[in-house]
Antibody, heavy 126, light 107 residues
């Protein structure tokens, strides 16, 4: 059974950097049939996909345009985990942050976000 | 970005009712559409992908259908554990985007 365990601080001040880590058990961050994502949820913005990292012969990443200039998602193969770094946060970045697995079939077809972390409530004060 | 519009935003229903939730995309998705259920304080749970394929372990009372820009999630006979919020998600084009959600409440 695949499980994701999130860790990281929940309180930040504006202009600081948000850093969260997601430890994977039951799967590998280097899997060719998964992508590892960060998704956030707030009352004002709903569910918002932020980006992902994945390995397909080489490491690659995709990011949502609204955060592309501020975000980095990195894999850590030595610890089988991945991380989120979001720079220059503002109160608008206040949300519950989830790490998640996007699953793919062996043929490369997307199967949805099938595993989620427990969520981390991040509050940014001004 | 592809905009996803769900309707209704909320509904009240009774146990045993048939419930239908609709999701409309701002452009065609070629069935690249998933549905999720979320209960308060919990992460979303995958129900359906490729518009109509049920995730393993999801009860058969849930079904998905649709094509092009219009998709539907149907619960054939609402059970007490189904009272929750439901979200659609497109994965046709990055960035993946979600609908705003439909809250299913007890009548």
């Amino acid at each position: 059974q695949v499980q994701l365990q999130q860790s990281g601080p929940g309180l930040l001040k504006a202009s600081q950097t948000l850093s969260l880590t997601c430890a994977i058990s039951g799967d590998s961050v280097s899997s060719n049939s998964a992508a590892w994502s960060w998704i956030r949820q707030s009352p004002s913005r709903g569910l918002e996909w932020l980006g992902r990292t994945y390995y397909r012969s080489k490491w690659d990443s995709d990011y949502a345009p609204p955060v592309k200039s501020r975000i980095t998602i990195n894999p850590d193969t030595s610890k089988n985990q991945f991380s989120l770094q979001l720079n220059s946060v503002t109160p608008e970045d206040t949300a519950v942050y989830y790490c998640a697995r996007e699953a793919y079939t062996s043929g490369g077809y997307y199967c949805g976000v099938d595993v989620w972390g427990q969520g981390t409530t991040v509050t940014v004060s001004s | 970005d592809i905009q996803m519009t769900q309707s209704p935003s909320s509904l009240s229903a009774s146990v045993g009712d048939r419930v239908t939730i609709t999701c409309r995309a701002s452009q065609g998705l070629s069935n690249s559409l998933a549905w999720y259920q979320q209960k308060p304080g919990k992460a979303p749970k995958l129900l359906v992908y490729v518009a109509s394929r049920l995730e393993s372990g999801v009860p058969s009372r849930f079904s998905g259908s649709g094509s092009g820009t219009d998709y539907t999630l149907t619960i054939s006979s609402l059970q007490p554990e189904d009272f929750a919020s439901y979200y659609c998600q497109q994965y046709y084009t990055i960035p993946w985007t979600f609908g705003q959600g439909t809250k299913v409440e007890i009548k």
